[in-house]
């Protein structure tokens, strides 16, 4: 068992700055990826970034040149680096880890809301 808690969301004007951070316990050492994903009101889950134990990321196109993710694997913990906010980046933004490859998260954070105001 993985646990995830997400932290730093908030209210923020667009084009201003925020970060996530995600803290992992539990079974760690066998996690494979870490990623964020995010849902808008109405919307689908969505990803939105990824990063293997090896280091390799990846981005939605809509979050590209915008958002960096990082992870630190001695504290356990992954963040989310989100610049030139858009009002059409409020969501609730969720932490999620997966166990194995072909990447497939398999433990979810509860999800902490950002809200970009225009």
């Known amino acids: 068992q993985v646990q995830l808690v997400e932290s730093g969301g908030g209210l923020v004007q667009a084009g201003g700055s925020l970060r996530l951070s995600c803290a992992a316990s539990?079974?760690?050492?066998?996690?494979?990826?870490m990623g964020w994903y995010r849902q808008a009101p109405g919307k689908v889950r969505e990803l939105v970034t990824i990063?293997?134990?090896?280091?390799?990321?990846n981005y939605a196109d809509s979050v590209k040149g915008r958002f960096t993710i990082s992870r630190d694997n001695a504290k356990n913990t992954v963040s989310l680096q989100m610049d030139s906010l858009k009002p059409e980046d409020t969501a609730v933004y969720y932490c999620?880890?997966?166990?194995?490859?072909?990447?497939?998260?398999?433990?979810w954070g509860k999800g902490t809301l950002v809200t970009v105001s225009s």
């Open positions: 999620a880890a997966a166990m194995g490859f072909p990447i497939r998260m398999d433990y």
């Open positions: 539990g079974n760690i050492f066998n996690i494979y990826a």
């Open positions: 990063i293997t134990n090896g280091g390799d990321t």
